[in-house]
């Protein structure tokens, strides 16, 4: 009896399609429901949000993304360690699409472990930024330079390992 459209990442429409969408939400058929999803709300134009029913998602707590992605990998036949899942479930921010996006990078290997996860997302682990945070605060630039240096030649991404220290520093 109704016919659902579900736009999602809307706020990447082009300013042609937003006044197109106008046009339909202005005088939309009574069989017609739109379903308007974004992460980007500042970028949906006013006179389209001022037509719209608003209903905001909240984060959802990282053991619980946990929990799900160790019940997804039983389902589809992988093991994930609980240490793992929880790396993940905090990397996706309270975000269940980007923790199945990023559960989707680690599940080339059978079984994914801590490292496993380091390895795919780039990242340099606890202990890595942890002696980076010493070495910064005790002034010894040189072991900073080498510590760096060595996560550098292990293909470890320079701009995920500041997201990590900065991350670090926001928990202290």
Same mark, same amino acid.
């Given at each position: ?16 399609? *937003? %006044? ?36 905001? *998602? ?89 510590? *760096? %240096? ?10 995920? *390992? ?11």
């Amino acid at each position: 009896k109704k016919r659902v459209y579900i736009i999602d990442e809307v706020h990447m429409l082009s300013t042609s399609a *937003f %006044n197109a969408l106008l046009k339909i939400i202005e005088e939309p058929p009574e069989h017609l429901m739109f379903i308007l999803a974004t992460t980007e709300l500042q970028k949906v134009p006013a006179t389209i949000l001022s037509r719209c029913q608003r209903h905001s *998602f909240h984060r959802i707590d990282t053991p619980q993304i946990a929990e799900y992605l160790e019940y997804i990998a039983g389902e589809e036949g992988f093991y994930i360690s609980h240490e793992a899942a929880e790396l993940i479930a905090r990397l996706a921010e309270g975000g269940v699409r980007d923790a199945l996006s990023l559960l989707d990078q680690c599940s080339a290997h059978d079984s994914i472990e801590l490292d496993t996860v380091y390895s795919a997302m780039g990242l340099a682990g606890k202990r890595r930024v942890v002696a980076m945070l010493d070495h910064i605060l005790k002034h010894d630039t040189a072991q900073a330079v080498t510590d *760096f %240096n060595s996560m550098w030649m292990d293909g470890r991404d320079g701009s995920s *390992f500041l997201k990590e220290l900065s991350d670090l520093m926001r928990d202290i």
